[in-house]
């Protein structure tokens, strides 16, 4: 039985250095990360940004990875963005249709917001709910579950059979924190422990996982010109996670006002100030807590991924 | 009598956002700093950088106010780095030689170490050291005395007659948090009552000051090539200001060996893991904890500076 190739990515944001680091201690310590009976390639996402300690270059890589601007840069007609252009050659190494193909994604991220460690998931699909939910069952991390967002497309994971990112904050970009760094290997440790049992099977799945459905972002106040007029409410600042109730501090303006929360009950806020997100146009996100029954095929789509 | 004319600079470093907002918000809300009868020059340090959420464009700002410099800028026979022409045309403005001089000029900071509210002085001029000290004597701040590092020169406020730096932390950078803007404000404003106080007299001075004098910084153990080869120590991270003693831990190799602090007895870490500062090769600085008796002609130097 050949090993499942399992693509981890670090450094796809040039100024989250803290997954990359992991790599260069593991690489020195092969005993740090056991592999479970899965091939593990290691890659830097984006090492030209990396090199300048920016986020990217010309545009987020993490952004890139729609089929359209793939397609562009595969038809190499006109110049294309350079993260684009490496979004493309990361596919064409390591994507389905490589000569060795790599079954899975997990891309290591950190944020500045304060949510802990947690998974992000695009979607619903199946494999990649039950590697969600056995990790979850395994370490209690809450589950972002990122879909239906028009302005926000075309992330990494989701042109892999299997993926999901592991989200480790807070911590300021460009700051190593070896904290972090250990936080960023037990995540990777237990999604690379669930993969190799569900490739060796059988795979211990739980009957539900807990989800954070994304329901959309809320902007600062902005001013007629387009800028930010408000920033985030002191009374806000680090409660990732924490259910926001009608009424409540959101933002305090540049001329002392604060604007307070009017949306439904018990909707969660998670990216709160994320440092990268202002261009997004992102204070925070929103999302409900759900929880979901594991349908009995997701273990076994995950199994198949892997054979 | 004419009122002191005090340059308030923000945004010298343009991924530190939150003295630009503050100095917005101050617009929108004239009642948020009392000016206490000076004259407040409120300028950004450097747009451009600002603009591009990057700390500089070529070089950093805050270490291009070297005298050989801004000569070099002021010849202007060869194209120079984008913060050299900055500095020169900061100094030509608002310098002691412009047509308004200013006579003080704050140059407001922030940091990713966790070093709370403080104050950086550069050397030991008398009027900066009673301007430190009065402010210390309101709000308790340390007072960080930068001197004699060849390696690090060249910074705004010596191009001034009086001045200092507010450092705020921690936050990372292109993070907006109120609270550290309002921390920002109570500080700012402290300066400036001093200052309204030494102009208008008399002026109220303790007869000492605290300073964490700098000794040196010390450097991430690197590897042949010169790249990092280790990591802050996970339980150095956030104790700025605590003194190290022998045998402290201090790196973490990538091959996993601990580091430990071999130096004397009781020097005090400040600016630790900052992010800024890994490609100037500092981990983080050490000081020495003194008790200074303030010189009788300090407070007659800041007020002789205001007249």
């Given at each position: 039985?050949?090993?499942?190739?399992?693509l981890?990515v670090?450094?796809t944001?040039?100024?989250?250095?803290?997954?990359?680091?992991?790599?260069?201690?593991?690489?020195?310590?092969?005993?740090?990360?056991?592999?479970?009976?899965?091939?593990?390639?290691?890659v830097?996402g984006?090492?030209?940004?990396?090199?300048?300690?920016?986020?990217?270059?010309?545009?987020?890589l993490n952004?890139s990875f729609r089929p359209d601007l793939l397609e562009e840069a595969a038809?190499?007609?006109?110049?294309?963005?350079?993260e684009i252009a490496r979004a493309h050659s990361l596919v064409r190494q390591y994507g389905p249709e490589a000569p060795k193909p790599c079954?899975?994604a997990?891309d290591?991220?950190?944020?500045?917001?304060?949510?802990?460690?947690?998974?992000?998931?695009?979607?619903?699909?199946?494999?990649?709910?039950?590697?969600?939910?056995?990790?979850?069952?395994?370490?209690?991390?809450?589950?972002?579950?990122?879909?239906?967002?028009?302005?926000?497309?075309g992330f990494l994971v989701e042109r892999w059979p299997?993926g999901?990112?592991?989200?480790?904050?807070?911590?300021?970009?460009?700051?190593?924190?070896?904290?972090?760094?250990?936080?960023?290997?037990?995540?990777?440790?237990?999604?690379?422990?669930?993969?190799?049992?569900?490739?060796?099977?059988?795979?211990?799945?739980?009957?539900?996982?807990?989800?954070?459905?994304?329901?959309?972002?809320?902007?600062?106040?902005?001013?007629?010109?387009?800028?930010?007029?408000?920033?985030?409410?002191?009374?806000?600042?680090?409660?990732?996670?924490?259910?926001?109730?009608?009424?409540?501090?959101?933002?305090?303006?540049?001329?002392?006002?604060?604007?307070?929360?009017?949306?439904?009950?018990?909707?969660?806020?998670?990216?709160?100030?994320?440092?990268?997100?202002?261009?997004?146009?992102?204070?925070?996100?929103?999302?409900?807590?759900?929880?979901?029954?594991?349908?009995?095929?997701?273990?076994?789509?995950?199994?198949?991924?892997?054979?």
């Amino acid at each position: 039985m050949a090993s499942p190739r399992v693509l981890v990515v670090a450094g796809t944001h040039g100024n989250e250095i803290n997954a990359p680091w992991l790599l260069d201690q593991w690489q020195k310590q092969p005993d740090l990360i056991e592999t479970c009976g899965l091939e593990v390639v290691p890659v830097i996402g984006n090492p030209a940004a990396r090199e300048q300690g920016r986020r990217y270059l010309d545009r987020d890589l993490n952004r890139s990875f729609r089929p359209d601007l793939l397609e562009e840069a595969a038809a190499g007609t006109s110049a294309v963005d350079r993260e684009i252009a490496r979004a493309h050659s990361l596919v064409r190494q390591y994507g389905p249709e490589a000569p060795k193909p790599c079954s899975v994604a997990l891309d290591l991220h950190s944020t500045t917001a304060a949510m802990g460690s947690s998974l992000v998931v695009y979607g619903r699909r199946p494999a990649d709910l039950a590697l969600a939910a056995a990790v979850q069952q395994r370490l209690g991390l809450p589950v972002y579950l990122h879909e239906a967002d028009q302005a926000q497309q075309g992330f990494l994971v989701e042109r892999w059979p299997v993926g999901l990112v592991i989200e480790i904050g807070p911590v300021p970009q460009m700051v190593l924190d070896a904290q972090v760094v250990e936080r960023t290997r037990l995540s990777l440790q237990a999604c690379l422990q669930v993969l190799g049992e569900a490739h060796q099977g059988p795979m211990r799945c739980p009957v539900s996982l807990v989800v954070h459905r994304h329901l959309g972002s809320l902007d600062l106040p902005r001013n007629s010109k387009g800028e930010p007029d408000g920033c985030l409410h002191p009374a806000r600042q680090g409660r990732d996670w924490c259910p926001l109730h009608p009424g409540d501090p959101l933002f305090l303006t540049a001329d002392g006002r604060e604007v307070r929360y009017d949306g439904p009950c018990g909707r969660v806020p998670v990216f709160i100030n994320e440092a990268a997100y202002g261009e997004k146009g992102i204070a925070l996100s929103l999302t409900e807590r759900e929880v979901w029954t594991l349908a009995p095929e997701a273990p076994e789509a995950l199994a198949a991924a892997l054979a």
